[in-house]
């Protein structure tokens, strides 16, 4: 095998323990999916447009990915699974990380006119299951888009979001979380496949449950503080 084929072979399989092999990793979907849109994307560019999308129907027929040719994609894209939709305009850095059932949309502009309108997402962003992005928004590198969430505004570096409209969650940041974390979201436990989608979401719940224990500490805190000030200056008063 090529040097670069191996490099990005073995980039995937640090982020999926799964394959016993690097062959086997030549059979996943969106590894086709990916060489198939390098050549249609070579294609749009000599702005053989036919041809281009030709090679892109076809990609989306054997790997049920639909990448727009006219998409910039950077080293190491991984998208585990299929059902993934990539606009025209989307532009990925490396390392980039997207689970089935993501899609990287568009919106329509009011002047009818074409430009930018599918997101921009930074190195090492991870996309969880059945989310979406949409527009174009700005996704900071190592930003983490949990599952089915729905973002519609910019995202900071490093931010983890979650929910519809997605907001931005308070993560710890720990040694086991600054790594690369399957499926974007952060959690002490190892997921079962069968229940992954569920222990994901309680995931993301005892992480918002956490920080609003320490919310209410804080204020709790707060107020015996206050109290405490308010019994020194009555005394003094006496």
Request: include cysteine; glycine fraction near 10%; proline fraction near 6%.
């Amino acid at each position: 095998m090529p040097l670069r084929l191996i490099s990005y072979i073995d980039s995937i399989v640090a982020r999926d323990p799964a394959p016993r092999s690097r062959w086997e990793v030549l059979l996943y979907p969106g590894v086709w999916a990916l060489a198939g849109h390098r050549v249609a994307h070579a294609l749009f560019q000599a702005r053989l447009y036919f041809l281009a999308r030709l090679v892109n129907h076809l990609t989306r027929f054997f790997t049920a990915i639909d990448i727009h040719p006219g998409a910039k994609i950077g080293r190491n894209f991984f998208i585990d699974h299929g059902f993934v939709v990539i606009g025209e305009t989307a532009e990925i850095g490396d390392n980039v990380t997207i689970y089935q059932g993501a899609t990287l949309g568009g919106t329509n502009p009011t002047s009818g006119q074409g430009g930018k309108r599918h997101p921009t997402l930074g190195d090492g962003v991870i996309v969880s299951l059945g989310a979406a992005i949409l527009g174009p928004l700005q996704i900071g590198a190592g930003a983490r888009i949990g599952a089915n969430a729905v973002v519609t505004k910019d995202v900071p570096e490093g931010a983890t979001m979650v929910g519809i409209p997605a907001k931005q969650t308070l993560v710890e940041v720990k040694p086991e979380t600054q790594n690369f974390v399957p499926y974007g979201t952060p959690c002490s436990e190892r997921f079962d496949p069968s229940t992954q989608k569920l222990e994901i979401l309680q995931c993301e719940v005892e992480t918002l449950q956490k920080r609003l224990n320490q919310l209410l500490e804080e204020r709790d805190a707060a107020a015996a503080k206050q109290s405490a000030g308010r019994k020194r200056e009555g005394t003094k008063g006496a």
